[in-house]
């Protein structure tokens, strides 16, 4: 019974002193800590910085913002006038060089150049022609390449000038000098063009209200797929490839209109409308041959651009050649130039800025052989006026009045 009671005494004992140690080493380790801290050594943790260094680390993989210019132009048309003017007896051959070179600056610089191609090149065994059956040489979209465009749309009232022949051969020859044309095809394809600018994906559709009642120079089966006939449906059902593409912006080319009209039609309006409703960001007009207005939309808290129609860029429609009421502002055009910019962080493109260089067709040559050559009119009225006559110049500025009018 002692032994019991000892062994039990030791066993309280024993309890106590562990309570009183552990007592101690607790004060001690905070006073410790309580040191520690004061002095600074030991550091406290926020319990997001891990989550803020993660979202750092994220933003430091996303790429800064990308900037493009887009660059794009009216018609281009090859008069009869126009192609004896580039006619070199002694090579027999013809050079259109030399009506692009004050604006090819300006072409070249953009990152996309597209321009209206209204003609075909379906070679010379059909013999070359002006209006109005159209068929001019192949070195013309040669003069297009070397003055820096990109793509060239072909769905226009004159597609079919030539038949079959003329889309194909045109096709051929667009793709032998580099370029890339949107609108008419040689084969069924359900596939839309995206043009890559820098890291932008772009596509780009061209559409036509007709090809002059030639429709049945193809069969059935072949217009549906050779030149794209403006058609609600199918204009919104290439948007809509266009997105699942994941493209980040819409380009659409369209030949609409009434020709000579300054204003756009109601039907200009409500299918621009409708266009950009369907996903469509940019529409480039042609056909009236004379230049419409341009605007800045705001759709959906995105900015939308649109010009009716950009003019002739190149033609022989002059004053001296039509009869028409507005036959002077047919030699009137416009380099509309568009910057657009995508943004990594909000995941969409923008068309940032828009800018506009007026031009006008200059036409000389007193020996039957007339030259025509685009002339950027503010370069003109700012600079370089004496190397032209007075009258010259008084047109100059008169369209470069013109066209400013227009541009919103």
């Not at 001690?28 to 600074?40: E, F, Q, Y």
């Not at 100059?396 to 227009?406: D, L």
Request: hydrophobic share 35%; glycine share 6%.
């Amino acid at each position: 019974m002692n032994k019991k009671r000892l062994t039990l005494g030791i066993i309280i004992v024993l309890f106590f002193i562990s309570l009183l140690s552990a007592g101690y080493i607790g004060e001690k380790i905070k006073s410790i800590h309580r040191d520690d801290i004061l002095a600074g050594e030991i550091e406290v943790e926020d319990p997001n910085s891990e989550d803020l260094e993660t979202i750092a680390k994220e933003e430091e993989k996303l790429p800064s913002n990308i900037e493009v210019t887009v660059t794009a132009v009216g018609d281009i048309m090859f008069h009869a006038p126009q192609i004896k003017g580039a006619y070199i007896p002694e090579k027999k051959e013809y050079d259109f060089n030399f009506s692009f070179e004050h604006v090819k600056k300006y072409i070249e610089a953009a990152d996309l150049a597209i321009a209206n191609f209204e003609t075909v090149t379906a070679g010379d065994e059909y013999g070359y022609r002006g209006y109005p059956m159209f068929n001019s040489p192949k070195s013309s979209i040669e003069a297009l390449k070397n003055a820096g465009f990109d793509v060239l749309s072909t769905a226009n009232n004159h597609s079919l000038d030539k038949g079959k022949k003329g889309i194909t051969n045109t096709i051929d020859n667009i793709n032998e000098y580099g370029l890339k044309n949107v609108g008419t095809y040689k084969e069924p394809t359900d596939q839309i063009y995206i043009h890559d600018i820098k890291g932008i994906k772009a596509a780009i559709l061209a559409y036509t209200y007709g090809v002059n009642g030639l429709e049945s120079l193809l069969t059935p089966e072949e217009l549906g797929y050779m030149v794209n006939i403006i058609r609600e449906e199918k204009i919104k059902e290439d948007i809509a490839k266009a997105k699942e593409n994941n493209v980040d912006v819409t380009i659409v080319c369209i030949h609409w209109g009434n020709e000579y009209q300054r204003q756009p039609s109601e039907f200009q309006t409500d299918l621009a409308s409708k266009m950009f409703e369907w996903g469509a960001d940019i529409i480039l007009g042609s056909h009236p041959h004379v230049i419409q207005r341009s605007e800045m939309i705001e759709h959906n808290e995105d900015k939308k651009f649109i010009i009716y129609s950009m003019g002739n860029f190149l033609s022989n429609q002059r004053r001296e050649t039509l009869s028409i009421n507005n036959r002077n502002y047919t030699e009137d055009g416009v380099i509309v130039q568009l910057t657009l910019e995508k943004d990594f962080s909000l995941g969409k493109t923008i068309v940032k800025d828009v800018d506009y260089i007026p031009t006008w067709v200059y036409r000389y040559g007193e020996t039957g052989v007339q030259k025509h050559v685009i002339l950027p009119t503010t370069e003109y009225l700012e600079g370089d006026s004496n190397s032209l006559s007075k009258e010259v110049m008084k047109k100059i500025q008169e369209s470069y009045n013109n066209t400013i009018k227009q541009m919103n």
